[in-house]
Structure formats: structure tokens, C-alpha cells
């Protein structure tokens, strides 16, 4: 379908998926396998809700796994799985996939899992994970996969509004510095949530054995059991189904749930493989991420599952297991033609080897373009990663919303010229616009909310979980006919998008997305503490990390209990919200600034504390207390 390597082709495909969206993603269907294949492609009768594929029905688990058995794939390799923090290795391939996604299949029909049921998978990068996954999806259940960095509170939250009626888990997870018990997080999270999930299937690892309880089964017996040997044959869904709901962060403390459907999501994932990350199948792709974030779900997962590629499952770091060379061996290793990751991951490779020395070491000579996501490429490691890999460096600018590049350098339809700091243009099926305050489109150059006009292409998220009004209100209310993406930027004069960052009280922390209200709910809870504010400040390695101001209850002594009680809530933080918040910088100040309607200025002491002058909102209740924290955030 791609014309790759005619110099036109991006703007070709561009052009054509927004004059004729049917005729595009109506073509584009065909690379999948429909049970009914849809007469219709997009259903926009009741916006601004938008069906993709509203009459087709398949199974996004055949697409990805039983198609390309029979399409004599099955001694193919799907799954490297390459663990440095255990010291495994282990191939699956496509037939033994196929096997193995039966039997858990079977498993949870024989824990009562049936069509629409949810599953929540909290687990580390293992094989099983992913199995889950697919088995899921073959049986039309909706996994909910939870990343295994969150701590209870966050689990409870995500249990509570996806009420499963299995969670998958795990005994523990393997950081290189120690190993993180899963299991005590599971109970404690069940405790916490109002929903209890019938039962808890536990993958007991080497590492560290969980003790189980009357709801839990161990994962062996589970996969080796009577439902699981009976297996289970594919469920047929329809398009519009969802295959998964992922939570992410908005500003308060409730995650948002992503529904993502089945029919778009597969068409477009299997589109954006040839057509952005130019893979092919038979091709390895190398994502390193984690199932638990939209890159994992997307390009760990299902986009190279469903080209019929191989992908790799990596559970390691970029540094420290063992040396700033471990990417390049797993690329060289398994033949990898892509490495997907996030800007933070070669900001700690550069650190530890400045002059890219490793490289040398392994043969790079099938690899063919780096891309990165889920934070801002800045120009400086875009340019050491060009250098050191000597390959096209891609970015690529999406969301957990989205499920699939919003803005990337289409690589598969035609390489453009790439300008650093941009994640160059918009993708076909994007309608990408830059508005201002009033709605209306800024001219070239000018700063103004990034907003896509509806309707988004297949794949992004039609509705949230459960919740169209909170869909509707934080998304599309802003700017009717538009969704509102939370990032600001500008448009040059070529059509390049430069992503500057986030409008709203969102954290990035090392291209995890957190949210500054579950930090701040959690510093609340603390006795000593009355208020209290979290903003995201700027962090050479991290990109962001989260800093706390708080306001002590008046009574306590701040000179005297104020290391204690500081020690404590950076404790807290890592207890209710996961030690990937990584807050550990808190100031006890005396007042937060605030309008005069009582909105805490985030924003604003954010620019200062990054070094900027920002301008004083008119609406701000007291100008004293903001000068007052001048000092105290700039560090003199
Ligand atoms: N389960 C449990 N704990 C986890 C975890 C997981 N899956 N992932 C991270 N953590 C813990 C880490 O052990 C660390 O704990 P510590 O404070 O005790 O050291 C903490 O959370 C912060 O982790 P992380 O953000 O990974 O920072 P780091 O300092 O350990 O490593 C990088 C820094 C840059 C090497 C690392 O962030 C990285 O590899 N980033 C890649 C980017 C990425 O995968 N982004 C996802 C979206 S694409
Ligand atoms: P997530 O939903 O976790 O993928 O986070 C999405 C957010 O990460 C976006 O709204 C952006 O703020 C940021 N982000 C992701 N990719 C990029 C990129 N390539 N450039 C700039 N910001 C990015």
C-alpha cells in the first residue's frame, strides 16, 4: 500500500487521509484479518463520539499470533526475551506462543473469564505478561495491565474502577538494585480497593516465592491445568469492542481509563509499522519500555505481533546491566532493524559512556533508525544519539490517548529532512492544529495548545472507560471539534511541530507520565502537612523530576521537625505512589501562592524554579507569598 521511497509519498498519504479518510483507513483494513469485514468505516452520526469499523468483527489475538502459524510463520520467532537482571534468555516462537496463549487462554475461561469480563495484569517484563495479554484478547476479555513501578494506592485506584474479576501477577519484579516484592503490593492494594477481585493467578519466581493465599493460585498450576490444557479458541469481537483499558495520569489523583478499541488499533498499529517504523514482517523490532506504558502495549506488543515481526522483551536498563553497552548487544544480538525508547534511556548512556565507545563493540550493521518517544527529544541528545549510532534519529510525538504517533518522521513512506527538537510532521490521519486562547488557529511559528480536529484517526481513544461526560469535559470541551492534546507548541513555516511541553499540571519523569495530584494526595495525608503544592522541574537525566512545596499545620515546628517530617513524606510518596515518582526534594515553606479564586500557582513557580521570570498573573490573591518562595525555588 505504501509507495516507501517516492519522494512524494508522505504528502501523498497525507493528503489522501484527510480529503478521504473511508477510502484511506478503508484500505488500509485490509492488511488485517476480519471475521465480518466492515461495510462501514467510520461512523460519525453521533459526535463527538467516532466509530471506527463500526460492523466489523474479528479477534485482535488471531491477527497477532494464530494468522501467522498458519501462514507458516510457527518457527519464527516472536519473543526474545532477554533478561540481564535474572541472567535469562529464552525464544518463543510464533507456534509456541500460539500454545501458550491457548492454554492461559483456557485458564481464565475456567476461572469463570468471559467476553467483556476485565483482567488486571500487574506484572514485570516476563514472557507471562505478555501471554496474558493475548490471552485476553482471544477470549474478548479487556486487560487492564498496570505498570509494577506503582504502589498499592495506585493499583487499588486502577482495581477499583476496572473492577476485574481475575488479576494476573507476579511474585516480584527485578530492579538491579534490588528485587521488588509484587505480591505484598497485590494484597495491599485488594485491601485498599473497594472491588475485590475474585482470584489472583501468581507467576512465582526464582528471585524471591510469594506466600499465596485462599484467593491465589500459582501460575504453574494455573498454565498447566485442566482449563488450560483444554485451551480455549478464539472469541469473536466486534471492532468497536475494547481490547484494553490503560490507565494514565490526568492532573488530579483519578486516572483516567483509555478504552481502546479492537478494529482501529489493530488497522492502525499494523499501518504505522511499514508506514512510520519501517518494519517489516519477519523483522526484529527492539522496544525498550515496559508493557505497563502505551509504548510497551503498542510497540513491545502488538503492533510487531500483528505485522507478523519479532519483538524483543528486554528486562534490563540501558546502563548498569551490565554497561552502558547492553542495547547494542541485544541489537546485535537478535538482528534488531529498530530500537524504540525513550530520550531518558540515551541521556543515561551518554552519561556513562560520552564518547559512545561501546558501539564499536557489537555489530549494528542490520540496524537501521533509532526512535524515541514519550518525552521531549531535546537537540543535544538528538544529536549524540546521530553521532553514535549514525543511523536517522527519529521522534515521534504521541500519548497514552493516542495509542500510535500523532507527529513522527514517516521513515516507511519517505524520510524527510529531520530538524532537531521537532518530531517533524503530522501523521496521516492526524489533523494537527496549533489554537489560541480563543480557538483560533496561530499563524506559523506562534506558541498555542496542539490540537487534533475530530475526528482522530483509527486506534486513539474513542471514549474513557466507563466515563463519556469525563471524556468529553477533559478533552474535547476546550475547543469544540477539536481534541485537546495538553501539550503547547508551534507549527514552522515547513510543518514541522515543535513539541514544548505540557499545558497542564501533567508530570514526565523520565518519559513516565505522573500525575502531580496522586503526589500531592499523597503528601496530604500526612498529619503534619495542611497544604501543599507538587511542580515538575527541569532534570538533566529525567527530563522532569516532581519537587514539593508544603505548608505545615500551624503548631508544628518546621526548624525542629522539619528533616523528620521531610524524610517522611519522601518515604510516602514512594509507598502510595511508587518509587518511579522519584520525589526527593521537598522545602517546607510558609504560604503557596494562589489566585484570588484559589488555584494554586503551579505554573508559574515552576518557570521560577527553572529559571525563568515568569510574568505575575493579575488574578494572584497575595504577591508577597510568591516573592517570598522566589528564593527558596530558584536554590540562592
Ligand atoms: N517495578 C518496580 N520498580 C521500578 C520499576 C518497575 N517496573 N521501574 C522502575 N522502578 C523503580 C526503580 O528501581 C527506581 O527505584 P529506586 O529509587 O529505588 O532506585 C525508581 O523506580 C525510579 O526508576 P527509573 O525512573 O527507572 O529511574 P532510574 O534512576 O532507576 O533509571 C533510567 C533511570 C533513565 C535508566 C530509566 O528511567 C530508564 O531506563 N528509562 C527508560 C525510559 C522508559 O522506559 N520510559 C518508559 C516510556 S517509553
Ligand atoms: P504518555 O501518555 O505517557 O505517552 O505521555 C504523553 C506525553 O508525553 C505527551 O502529552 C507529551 O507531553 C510527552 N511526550 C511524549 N512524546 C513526546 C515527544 N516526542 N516530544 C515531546 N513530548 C512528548
Known sequence: MSDAGSPAAYRTAYDASLSDPEAFWGAAASAIDWVTPPTRVLDDTDPPFYRWYPDGELNVCVNAV?????????????????????????????????ARVRAVAGGLRGLGVEKGDRVVIYMPMVPEAVIAMLACARIGAIHSVVFGGFAPQELAARIDDAAPKVVLSASCGVEPSRIVPYKPFLDEAIRRSDHKPERCVVLQRGQQRAELGER???????????AALAGADPVTVAATDPLYILYTSGTTGKPKGIYRDSGGYAVALRWSMENIYDVRPGETMFTASDVGWVVGHSYIVYAPLLTGATTVLYEGKPIGTPDAGAFWRVISEYDAVALFTAPTAFRAIKKEDSTASKVADYDLSGFRALYLAGERLDPDTYEWASRALGVPVIDNWWQTETGWPIAANPKGLELLPIKA????????????????????????????????KLPMPPGTLPTLWHDDERYVSSYLSAYPGYYLT????????????????????????????LSTGSIEAALAGHEAVAECAVIGVR????????????????????DAEGERIRTELVARVRAEVGAVA????????????????GKILRKTMREMADGGSPAVPATIEDASVLDALGPVLRGS
Request: charged residues 25%; negative net charge.
Open 66 to 98: 494464530d494468522r501467522h502459524v498458519a501462514a507458516g510463520r510457527g518457527d519464527q520467532p516472536a519473543i526474545h526475551y532477554d533478561s540481564p537482571v535474572t541472567g535469562t534468555k529464552a525464544t518463543i516462537t510464533y507456534a509456541a506462543l500460539l
Open 216 to 226: 491465589d493460585i500459582d501460575w504453574r498450576d494455573f498454565e498447566s491445568g485442566e
Open 421 to 452: 527538537g521537532s518530531p517533524s510532521v503530522a501523521v496521516p490521519g492526524y489533523d494537527v492544529r496549533v489554537l489560541d486562547g480563543s480557538g483560533e488557529p496561530v499563524p506559523a511559528g506562534v506558541e498555542g495548545a496542539i490540537c487534533i
Open 486 to 513: 495538553g501539550d503547547g507548541g508551534y507549527i514552522d513555516e515547513d510543518g514541522y511541530l515543535f513539541v514544548m511541553g505540557r499545558t497542564d499540571d501533567v508530570l514526565n519523569v523520565a518519559g513516565h507520565r
Open 539 to 558: 532534570d538533566e537525566l529525567k527530563g522532569q523530576v516532581p519537587r514539593a512545596l508544603v505548608v505545615l499545620k500551624s503548631g508544628i515546628d518546621g
Open 582 to 597: 522519584a520525589l526527593h526534594q521537598v522545602d517546607i515553606v510558609a504560604g503557596l501562592p494562589k489566585t484570588r479564586s
